[in-house]
């Protein structure tokens, strides 16, 4: 089975409380740096195959590190790029408390989008696609990705055989580490959300 290390990109200035979307240039803050030192450290000694990222900032930032600890380069793939959150890009979260859209967003997920955006199913199966492509590009080994919360909670979602209306339920802190197995005939959840401190190896 290959292993998937599922990495939430570090803290920012702008996520967790207005939709970054794909929106370019956010870095990572001083703090989302420190959280991203410290989880390249864990993965110290662990033999991974491959370390992806998303092509946002955030994500490389955060990916970056870990893979100069384990010597190697951070490839970017589009299937990890985080949610086009269309019309609502750079939006605050509480500015949308009255939209409808919005209320629809977060209560049917699997059938609802941003205005001008992506569907959530859509997203869904991007991931999925992503992930099972490394899967059969390094069978049996460990890989690293790197993406954004929705992203991880959609590829969580699948794994568990969960609708995506209760994605929501799977708390992804930023900087945070699910790990996932695929194999040819079965998969398995082996954590989610971990934010430790100890090593993978």
Request: charge should be negative; proline fraction near 2%; glycine fraction near 10%.
């Given at each position: 089975m290959t292993?998937?290390?599922?990495?939430?990109?570090?803290?920012n200035d702008v996520?967790?409380?207005?939709?970054?979307?794909?929106?370019?240039?956010?870095?990572?803050?001083?703090?989302?740096?420190?959280?991203?030192?410290a989880l390249a450290s864990r993965f110290a000694g662990v033999p991974v195959a491959a370390v992806c990222s998303s092509p946002l900032e955030r994500a490389v930032q955060t990916a970056t590190p870990i893979a100069t600890v384990l010597g190697m380069r951070?490839?970017?793939?589009?299937?990890?790029?985080?949610?086009?959150?269309?019309?609502?890009t750079g939006r605050r979260f509480d500015s949308l408390d009255g939209d409808p859209h919005?209320?629809?967003?977060?209560?049917?997920?699997?059938?609802?989008?941003?205005?001008?955006?992506?569907?959530?199913?859509?997203?869904?199966?991007?991931?999925?696609?992503?992930?099972e492509a490394l899967r059969c590009q390094y069978p049996g080994q460990t890989v690293v990705v790197v993406s954004h919360g929705d992203m991880i909670r959609a590829a969580l979602a699948h794994c568990l055989g969960m609708p995506l209306?209760?994605?929501?339920?799977?708390?992804?802190d930023m900087g945070s580490v699910?790990?996932?197995?695929?194999?040819?005939?079965?998969?398995?959840?082996?954590?989610v959300n971990d934010t430790g401190r100890g090593r993978f190896g």
């Open positions: 292993r998937f290390f599922l990495i939430r990109h570090a803290a996520s967790g409380h207005s939709f970054a979307g794909r929106s370019p240039g956010i870095d990572l803050n001083e703090a989302g740096r420190a959280q991203a030192a951070t490839s970017t793939r589009e299937e990890f790029l985080e949610l086009d959150t269309g019309d609502w919005f209320r629809r967003f977060n209560a049917l997920r699997s059938c609802s989008g941003a205005p001008g955006g992506e569907l959530m199913v859509q997203a869904q199966a991007r991931v999925v696609a992503g992930l209306e209760l994605m929501l339920r799977l708390v992804v699910s790990i996932v197995e695929v194999g040819d005939d079965a998969v398995q959840v082996l954590a």
